[in-house]
């Protein structure tokens, strides 16, 4: 017997305000954009792509839930972070409350750059999820487009995992700085000895 899905609008009614639903955390990260970043996975994606590398964030259920200022005292707590990636998952699920964290973050000095399984213009219509131009606003940087695997790019020079995807640099301090270590793979041991394995060719 199949399991019935859960309708992904009525479970993120589930996250509290001003809370975000994680999957995953780490600190200076250099596959994931520019210079030395903390990555926060969100949780929940419809799109269920095939080959893709975090299949563990498609669940909209609860995972791990933080408050706003817990996470960007989080993030701000390690100086080595000079920027933050938004990835998942899909971020622009949650983009009302990412929008809270890029502010905070923002004003600290950090610089902010998401991925998303959605095309900017998408974010840019009526038909994007709520707050996605307040939290587009707020970024640096954004990589946008499904991953596609018949199209998967895997070259060390390559921003991008499949070629569909698209680089959009919306702050001009960070043109020349489009260099972090593509088709690489990183692996973060945490204090409880379990690992986070994150880059093109790498899973969570």
Known sequence: MSKTKIDPYLQLLEIPPGHLNIMGYVDESEVNGPGSRAVVWLQGCQRECEGCFNPESWSFEINRLISIDQLVAKILNNSKN????????????????????????????????????????????????????????QLDILIDGAFVKSIAVNKPNSLVSSSNQKVHVFNPVLKNKLDWASDQIEIHIQKDGSRIITGFRGSL
């Open 82 to 137: 000079t920027g933050v990636t938004f990835s998942g998952g899909e971020p622009f699920w949650q983009a009302t409350a990412l929008t809270e964290v890029a502010k905070k973050v923002k004003a600290a000095g950090l610089n902010v750059m998401s991925f998303t399984g959605f095309t900017l213009e998408r974010l840019q219509s009526e038909y994007a999820p709520a707050s996605s131009k307040e939290l587009l606003s």
